[in-house]
């Protein structure tokens, strides 16, 4: 977030006021601090976010996704230190981003980590249709220590996923192994895309 204020001197950083919280991931190496620069957060340029939020005709951030489907496995070696205990992050603040522009409808969802079943369903209820496209990844995987999300689950996300009229393009925390079962059942749903790729929908 520094890097990006200091190259752009113009943009607003929509951020949710829990996401300057004590969060932590416990890896190989022990438990250590994920969270962002708490100095960044004085910066004139940042507009705190409570729930949902329309940024103008095209543009709206969402949060306060309910969980139907269980999060991932993945998503419990992410905490939030809270005083002097570590606690499983509830990911108050994640949010999600819907683009409408000429009658194609967007979801940006980050890592994801309420969920993307949970995430579309929230969408569905806002827009009352689904996303024509989902950027997103689906944190199946852990990137730091390589371990997938159980074969059962993949499957049962990628069967939820294929019963709507979307085309997914994941990439980072899906995970390459999760990417290719999920890549069985939706086909040309889906489509891995990486950093500097671009996506012309």
């Known amino acids: 977030m520094k890097t990006f204020l200091d190259v752009n001197d113009k943009a ?16 190989i190496s022990g438990t250590e601090y994920i969270g962002l620069d708490k100095s960044l957060s004085q910066n004139s340029r940042i507009v705190f976010v409570d729930n949902d939020m329309i940024l103008d005709d095209e543009l709206k951030l969402f949060s306060g996704v309910n969980i139907v489907d269980e999060r991932f496995t993945p998503n419990k070696k992410l905490k939030i230190r809270i005083g002097t205990e570590y606690r499983e992050d509830d990911f108050a603040h994640e949010q999600n981003l819907i683009i409408n522009s000429d009658g194609v409808k967007v979801l940006v969802a980050g890592c994801a980590h309420n969920g993307i079943t949970n995430i579309i369903r929230k969408f569905v209820k ?14 199946l995987s852990n990137p730091s220590s390589g371990k997938n999300e159980d074969e ?9 996923l294929k019963k709507h009229s979307t085309i997914y393009f994941t990439c980072h925390c899906t995970g390459i192994e999760p990417y290719k079962k999920l890549k069985e059942i939706l086909n040309n749903k889906v489509e891995y895309f990486a950093a500097g790729d671009m996506l012309n929908l």
């Open 126 to 139: 806002m827009e009352g249709a689904d996303p024509d496209y989902v950027i997103s990844g689906f944190h």
């Open 152 to 160: 059962t689950v993949i499957y049962r996300v990628g069967n939820s």
């Open 12 to 27: 607003m950083i929509y951020i949710k006021k829990e996401a300057f919280g004590d969060y932590y991931s416990e890896r």
